[in-house]
């Protein structure tokens, strides 16, 4: 004998009707698009059951920026530092030069430290010197006795420099981190340098010009991180 379904009220369930002298059960299968039930007759009259299983997709996790967080704060403590005590080369170099009628030389210096530690300074020597062409203003005594009065000449970039003394002393200056600072450092001459910074004063009055001047020389520098040892004074021209 055929079953017969018959749709109740409720969309989406089904009535079988079976005929008592018949042993058959149904299981049906509905698809989302409403299309026909499927009934599949099991001969032996049991209800087989399904199981069904839902895979639930695992999203995979997000990467830290740094990994970690101990990673992060290691970066970033190592970069701090590098950044805090990388050595950066002081410098020294004359600001200023003060003369009197006396024949009194005194030079301003100002030492600057961008390092974040401090820095010691010692044994200034830095020498000046008069830069001339005109080599006929030279007195002998500027020239050591010679008449040629190339003769005082030291030859620095390609320029006549006569050297007219020097600025050095014992004294040790201190500069703190990230500072700078002015010293006044005494000058000293010979004989013969006093001669050439005389000749030097009596030619710029006689002519009515102005002098060129040079600096150069050396100072020696040790940080708490860095010892920088004997350094180049930055050479400075002066009108």
């Not at 639930?56 to 290691?74: H, L, Q, Y």
């Not at 009515?208 to 050479?235: C, H, P, W, Y």
Request: hydrophobic residues 35%.
């Amino acid at each position: 004998p055929k079953s017969k379904s018959v749709p109740s009220q409720k969309k989406g369930a089904f009535q079988v009707v079976l005929n008592k002298e018949t042993k058959v059960s149904i299981s049906m299968k509905m698809n989302t698009k409403q299309d026909d039930a499927v009934y599949v007759a099991v001969e032996d009259g049991t209800i087989p059951q399904t199981t069904a299983y839902y895979v639930m997709p695992v999203e995979p996790r997000k990467r830290k920026a740094c990994g970690c967080g101990f990673c992060c704060i290691a970066s970033l403590a190592i970069f701090l530092t590098i950044f805090f005590l990388f050595p950066r080369t002081p410098d020294m170099w004359l600001e200023e030069i003060t003369y009197s009628t006396d024949n009194n030389w005194e030079g301003k210096f100002k030492f600057q430290n961008d390092n974040y530690f401090s820095v010691k300074w010692s044994d200034p020597d830095v020498s000046l010197y008069w830069v001339t062409s005109n080599y006929d203003a030279i007195t002998t005594k500027c020239a050591g006795g010679s008449t040629n009065g190339q003769d005082a000449c030291n030859w620095i970039n390609g320029a006549c420099s006569i050297k007219i003394g020097e600025f050095n002393n014992n004294d040790k200056f201190n500069t703190k981190s990230q500072s700078s600072k002015h010293e006044t450092i005494e000058f000293t001459q010979s004989a013969q340098q006093l001669s050439c910074s005389a000749n030097m004063i009596t030619f710029a009055a006689y002519q009515g010009l102005q002098q060129t001047l040079l600096s150069k020389g050396t100072i020696k520098a040790e940080g708490d991180v860095r010892n920088f040892g004997k350094m180049s004074v930055s050479s400075t021209y002066y009108y």
